[in-house]
């Protein structure tokens, strides 16, 4: 399930008509998520001994680091509901297109300007930055998948409501 404020959404299906006309549509990765999901995100970022997921998700980045480097916070826009993680995929055949790095791996591969990725992953990654910029979101520079709502509704709220 997917929560988005009524702004994003909108503007969402401004992007997916836009992108549907090119023969691709978007992937949600994250939407809303509560500030209880985002501090247990963040309890576990704290516990440096938890390195189970490092090699596949922060293979370079010190786990002790992940705060201080802009990876991981203890407030999140994902609470504001007006934040999303997504990719592009073709709709024909519902693959993803390759953006150089997967979904949250946290490192400057994952940087929206990096240099040291294929002329093909680049021009994805300008791909669904241009789309969403043109229809009112702001991207998240270390993260080629993260984009808020420039005028989000909910620009200073954590919320904490629980989704079953």
Same mark, same amino acid.
């Given at each position: 399930?997917?929560?988005?404020?009524?702004? !994003?959404?909108?503007?969402?299906?401004?992007?997916?008509?836009?992108?549907? #006309?090119?023969?691709? /549509?978007?992937?949600?990765?994250?939407?809303?998520?509560?500030?209880?999901?985002?501090?247990?995100?963040? !309890?576990? !970022?704290?516990?440096?001994?938890?390195?189970?997921? $490092?090699?596949?998700?922060?293979?370079?980045?010190?786990?002790?680091?992940?705060?201080?480097? %802009?990876?991981?916070?203890? $407030?999140? *826009? =994902?609470?504001? /509901?007006?934040?999303?993680?997504?990719?592009?995929?073709?709709?024909?055949? %519902?693959?993803?297109?390759?953006? *150089?790095?997967?979904?949250?791996?946290? %490192?400057?591969?994952?940087?929206?300007?990096?240099?040291?990725?294929?002329?093909?992953? #680049?021009?994805?990654?300008?791909?669904?930055?241009?789309?969403?910029? #043109? +229809?009112? @979101?702001?991207?998240?520079?270390?993260?080629?998948? =993260? @984009?808020?709502?420039? +005028?989000?509704? @909910?620009?200073?709220?954590?919320?904490? @409501?629980?989704?079953?």
């Amino acid at each position: 399930m997917l929560i988005l404020s009524e702004k !994003a959404t909108i503007a969402v299906k401004k992007v997916q008509k836009a992108l549907n #006309k090119k023969g691709l /549509g978007l992937k949600f990765y994250d939407g809303y998520r509560p500030q209880r999901s985002v501090n247990h995100f963040a !309890a576990w !970022a704290l516990d440096v001994n938890d390195t189970l997921m $490092k090699q596949q998700y922060y293979p370079n980045v010190a786990k002790k680091n992940l705060f201080n480097q %802009g990876y991981i916070a203890h $407030k999140s *826009g =994902h609470t504001r /509901g007006s934040t999303l993680d997504i990719t592009l995929i073709d709709l024909k055949t %519902g693959i993803e297109l390759d953006m *150089g790095t997967p979904y949250d791996y946290f %490192g400057p591969e994952s940087w929206v300007d990096f240099d040291g990725i294929t002329a093909k992953q #680049k021009r994805n990654r300008k791909k669904i930055q241009k789309i969403m910029l #043109k +229809n009112g @979101f702001k991207n998240y520079p270390k993260e080629w998948w =993260h @984009f808020t709502l420039k +005028n989000e509704p @909910f620009p200073d709220t954590y919320f904490d @409501f629980a989704i079953k």
